[in-house]
């Protein structure tokens, strides 16, 4: 039996209900298929995968085209799951329009159900022009890593009470413009837990402490899967990455050894037909 598909309209309907929200990113099909079966929400295609698959150390070279490519291929491996595709760097600051057209893209030829984008006041107007094209818009404040360089660092936000206060009017004016949900990132877990409060949408809290209405995570993080080490905030659920080097380390003793490929992994010729003997 196929589960119906998570909407926007259940999630924020799920804040009023507080049934927590799980999100974790994905960038490829296969990944995107294990997430789903294992009844995860919300599968986000962030532009972490500038760092987590392209190699990046940032996530400011990641192009549209990247996202929208990756957009699609986790579309194949969903059913249940909120799709939501990450605008990259530059893909929306320049204009209303421009946001708008490029959100567009990822609902259009990508099978997004939404779209995210990092900042607060000065993308104000980008948001309302898509969300009343009817397009979903998540939001995200806080540590926001495509301004790394305005930010100096990938570095908590809001521990200042000026900070705060911003974070909180900026979460405010995204509600207001429009979106259905806000990811908050590294700040302060009784900073989330007044925002939460106060606000009607659903907050996705990553470094963002327990009180918000759904999590996320980097799911490479999260199974440990990354070779640099992570944040603080991440719980490791898992040590693939250990596994990995292990089991590729055992495959190469055994190619080395002539133990792989065995008779069982071989293919063999059909059997010659029985030669009827004459009498
Ligand atoms: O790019 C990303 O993966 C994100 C999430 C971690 C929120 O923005």
Redesign the pocket.
Known sequence: MTETPVTVTQLVNWKKTQRKIT?L?AYDANTARWLDQAGVDVV???????M?ALGHST?LPVTLEEMLHHTRAVSRGLSRALLVG?MPFMSYQVSPQQALENAGRFLKEAGACAV?L?GGARVENHVRAIAEAGIPVMG?LGLT?QSVHQLGGYKVQGKKILDAKRIKSDAQKLQKAGVFSL?L?AVPSDLAREITAELDIPT?G?GAGPYCDGQ???TQDMLGMNPGGVPKFVKQFADLGTQIKNAVEAYARDVREGAFPGVEHSYHRDREPLKKVEP
């Open positions: 999100a990113t986000l295609v962030g532009d972490s995968l500038g987590v996530t990450d995210k990092e995200h890593p990811v990132e996705i990553i996320i995570l980097v």
